[in-house]
């Protein structure tokens, strides 16, 4: 019996990517898991990584949401009530990668776009889903967790200026959400991958000949999330940052290729 049988999980933009890998590594431990996002055909679908997290000992259910459209997070979570009536686990991982990526240059080369995508979609729609999310984990007690997912780029420069203060906005959000849902016995937590060789990276990195030899794997960062879901000092990290390679020596993850997960290169710089 997996450690996170009975419990119930929502994991946004998980259609491919980070979400992805966090549904399976969830579905691991036994969990339902909420698989959302917008794709609902192909290889890169939420419907093949519901059968994707049935197929590690889950059970995956695929919804289609737009996390641009308020109404739609608000039926996501009613259909959550609706089946479940209540919510153990939720991952805010869904972001909105500009097109074309906005990786370089000056703030005021990019189209004031580039802000909704990057703060709208990774702060503002975690915010939404966070807020429509609580009553449910009330429901079910103390002992449920929040993981935000960020980047160390709300420490540091990293592509751009909206996408740095996107990260940073999520940071303080998840510290301060802390506070608030402590007395509930419920988690928040910032989580902080290294570089991950996510589908686009992947794509992006055939076409720059970068080497992702050291990247972190998407299942390997959906499995430190699965960690922390099932950690007996949860609350004691509440309103902290954990790096995924630091959670993968503490609990012993490993990536596919036998190794921990490996350090973020620019850690500290």
């Known amino acids: 019996m997996g450690a996170l049988n009975g419990k119930i999980a929502v994991v946004t933009g998980s259609s491919r990517g980070i979400g992805r890998g966090t549904a399976i590594a969830l579905g691991e431990l036994g969990a339902t898991v909420y698989v959302t996002g917008r794709t609902t055909t192909g290889e890169l679908s939420i419907g093949e990584s519901a059968r994707l997290v049935d197929a590690a000992g889950g059970h995956g259910v695929a919804v289609e949401v737009d996390h641009g459209d308020d109404s739609q997070i608000a039926a996501l979570f009613a259909q959550v009530d ?3 009536g209540h919510l153990d686990v939720l991952v805010n991982n869904v972001y909105k990668i500009p097109s074309p990526p906005a990786w370089g240059g000056g703030f005021w080369d990019h189209p004031i776009q580039i802000w909704d995508d990057q703060v709208g979609i990774g702060l503002r729609a975690h915010y939404v889903a966070s807020w429509h999310a609580a009553p449910l984990m009330f429901a079910a007690g103390p002992g449920g967790l929040i993981c935000n997912v960020s980047s160390p780029g709300g420490q540091s420069y990293h592509f751009s200026s909206s996408y740095g203060a996107g990260k ?3 940071d303080r959000l998840t510290a301060d959400m802390a506070i608030e849902l402590r007395p509930k016995g419920i988690a928040a937590v910032v989580l902080y991958p ?15 000949g970068t080497d992702l030899s ?3 794997s998407t299942l390997g960062v959906g499995r430190t999330v ?3 879901a099932t950690a007996p000092d949860l609350m004691a ?3 902290t940052i954990q790096w995924c390679e630091d959670l993968s020596r503490e609990f012993d993850i490993r990536e596919p290729n036998g190794q921990h997960l490996p350090a973020y290169a620019k850690r500290g710089h």
């Open 237 to 239: 990290r509440s309103g």
């Open 226 to 228: 699965a960690a922390l």
């Open 168 to 170: 940073a906005g999520l």
């Open 82 to 84: 609706a089946e479940q």
């Open 194 to 208: 290294g570089s991950v060789a996510t589908e686009f990276i992947q794509e992006w990195s055939t076409k720059q």
């Open 214 to 216: 050291h990247a972190q």
